[in-house]
């Protein structure tokens, strides 16, 4: 077996290891009682509230009429709306970021005008302007898109801005040296030196974004992952908003997978002399 492929397996084993520990001891302690179960479900209620979530059942016990998951959705119907969200307003965010980073980071007037208030909208955390966007587009899906894509334009958009600054100029000088246009030292240079600054820049975002889908659901959040946890707390159903929470934390560790194996592919240069 080679080096790599053994590195790999015994780091597999080791987070295996430390999440069948983890589990170990969360039944554990619930198992004996140290925490009251409002607070702290043991692993086979969360597991129930999962299935339960994403089958048909009985209204209540004895009631012959039987409903769909919770709120009328499977659980998985609930993270397909979230992510349909994310892929509208971060997915926005990620289309326009890099062009508006790239005119800053090679404009210094339009940077001079424009990044103070990107850092003002950098700072503002989204639960304090999503009762506006509610306001201004009302509480569908609409100021939710907005809410993501103000939380993922920002970090792409200054992670672009400091890869092309970090350009070397005389990287840029030696490509005019040889002959190069315009045209030829952006698409040549600026563009490839700046990628995995974008990349980076993307994945941050991505995650911010995510972490902001439960404040983009509070308001008629329904279907949506974040809305359901929420929910699924105020009704004190403890084992569901665990269960919410595991969905969202896998699902945040899946897209940050994927965009560093994109990252992998698209700048395979990354790194190497």
């Excluded at 990044?115 to 899906?141: A, K, Q, S």
């Excluded at 990287?171 to 045209?183: I, Q, T």
């Excluded at 240079?189 to 994945?203: K, S």
Aim: net charge positive.
């Amino acid at each position: 077996m080679r080096p790599d492929a053994r590195a790999r397996l015994r780091g597999l084993a080791v987070r295996s290891a430390s999440l069948a520990g983890f589990v170990a001891l969360w039944w554990a302690v619930s198992a004996a009682g140290l925490v009251d179960k409002q607070f702290l479900p043991a692993p086979q209620a969360v597991w129930e509230a999962f299935v339960r979530a994403n089958s048909w059942h009985e209204l209540a016990p004895g009631v012959p009429r039987e409903v769909r998951g919770e709120q009328n959705y499977f659980l998985w119907e609930h993270l397909v709306a979230s992510l349909q969200r994310i892929a509208i307003g971060a997915g926005a965010a990620v289309v326009l970021g890099p062009p508006v980073g790239f005119v800053l980071g090679t404009s210094k007037v339009v940077s001079a005008i424009v990044e103070p208030y990107l850092n003002f909208l950098r700072m503002l955390p989204p639960l304090g302007y999503i009762g506006l966007l509610i306001v201004w587009f009302g509480i569908g899906d609409t100021s939710k898109d907005w809410l993501l894509f103000l939380a993922a334009f920002p970090p792409i958009v200054i992670a672009t801005i400091a890869g092309v600054q970090g350009v070397s100029a005389d990287r840029v000088n030696a490509a005019r040296s040889l002959g190069a246009n315009r045209r030829q030292v952006i698409t040549r240079v600026l563009l490839p030196a700046t990628l995995p600054e974008v990349i980076g820049g993307i994945r941050v975002a991505i995650g911010f974004a995510w972490t902001t889908v439960v404040a983009a659901e509070l308001n008629n959040g329904i279907p949506g992952i974040g809305g359901l946890a929420y929910l699924a707390g105020q009704q004190l159903n403890t084992p569901l908003t665990v269960a919410c929470i595991i969905v969202i934390g896998l699902t945040a560790l899946t897209l940050d997978a994927l965009i560093k194996q994109t990252a992998a592919v698209a700048v395979p240069w990354k790194g190497k002399a």
